[in-house]
């Protein structure tokens, strides 16, 4: 349920609250997010916080920001496009195999358009991304969060926005399966460099070594994921009883807290009504 954030990565808490929102439909398309300050008292956080987790949304396609205006849920919500596969990931013990078989198939070649569109700006924010992945590492963690990030910025570099909805949902979705797959320092620096031969082959704008760099990244992921790192039969039992429990709460309604910064949250955006193209209370 939503919940004052008590956690140390407090802006990924955000993120997940308001991305829940969106989820379950108490947001919606076009509708406006609340002010920096109302969501910052909301969550009882700082405004820092709160701006990194609207970046995250931003970056992954959740929401728009519009200058002077504010922040907006996007048009079409990664949900629409993802939210079968989501599910099929909880009640299909064979899909995250076939998760990463579709990945095979479209990630090459979005690196492959990538490689024939990028301009010299999405490069260096290729470049930089990689970097924030390396001092991530360096400082003992996954990295997980520059991954996901490199892979979307890929995609908004073929400038085509249906493929960007796609891999942004793909991520979301496959969070647990990377964390998994960037648990030892070998994985980690692996990640690294199999992004940088990415990177390398876009800005030499070749299409054939784009596409085969994404696939051998892909295929070594699916390998640690899927065999390196296979779960006991009693984990895999847990895991998909906590996921049914959690979406049978969701169905019925319990996600959104009585008191506290969920209802308080859920009512700030629940007010909020569009009137000749803007929102207002």
């Not at 728009?64 to 939210?83: H, K, M």
């Not at 696939?215 to 039992?237: A, F, G, M, W, Y």
Request: charge should be positive; charged fraction near 30%; hydrophobic fraction near 40%.
């Amino acid at each position: 349920m939503l919940r004052a954030i008590k956690k140390t990565r407090i802006h990924e808490d955000v993120f997940h609250q308001i991305h829940q929102l969106i989820r379950e439909g108490r947001l919606r398309a076009r509708d406006q997010l609340p002010s920096e300050r109302e969501l910052a008292e909301t969550f009882k956080v700082s405004r820092t916080s709160v701006r990194e987790a609207l970046r995250a949304l931003e970056t992954q396609g959740l929401i728009v920001s519009r200058t002077g205006t504010g922040n907006f849920v996007a048009d079409l919500p990664v949900e629409s496009l993802i939210g079968p596969l989501a599910r099929l990931l909880i009640d299909e013990k064979k899909a995250l195999a076939d998760v990463f078989e579709m990945r095979k198939l479209i990630e090459p070649h979005i690196a492959a358009l990538a490689a024939e569109r990028a301009s010299r700006k999405d490069i260096a924010q290729l470049k930089r991304i990689v970097a924030k992945q390396t001092k991530a590492v360096s400082r003992g963690e996954t990295g997980v969060e520059a991954d996901a990030e490199l892979h979307f910025a890929i995609s908004r570099a073929t400038r085509n926005h249906a493929l960007q909805k796609l891999v942004s949902g793909l991520m979301e979705m496959l969070s647990r399966s990377r964390e998994e797959s960037l648990q030892t320092d070998k994985r980690r620096e692996s990640s690294i460099d199999a992004h940088r031969r990415i990177i390398a082959a876009i800005e030499k704008h070749d299409r054939a070594k784009a596409r085969s760099e994404m696939l051998r990244h892909i295929e070594q992921v699916e390998e640690s994921v899927l065999l390196s790192n296979r779960p006991s039969k009693t984990d895999s039992q847990n895991i998909t009883r906590e996921r049914v429990e959690f979406h049978d709460q969701a169905h019925r309604g319990q996600l959104l807290s009585s008191t506290g910064s969920g209802q308080l949250l859920y009512r700030l955006c629940a007010g909020r009504q569009i009137r000749s193209g803007k929102m207002v209370f």
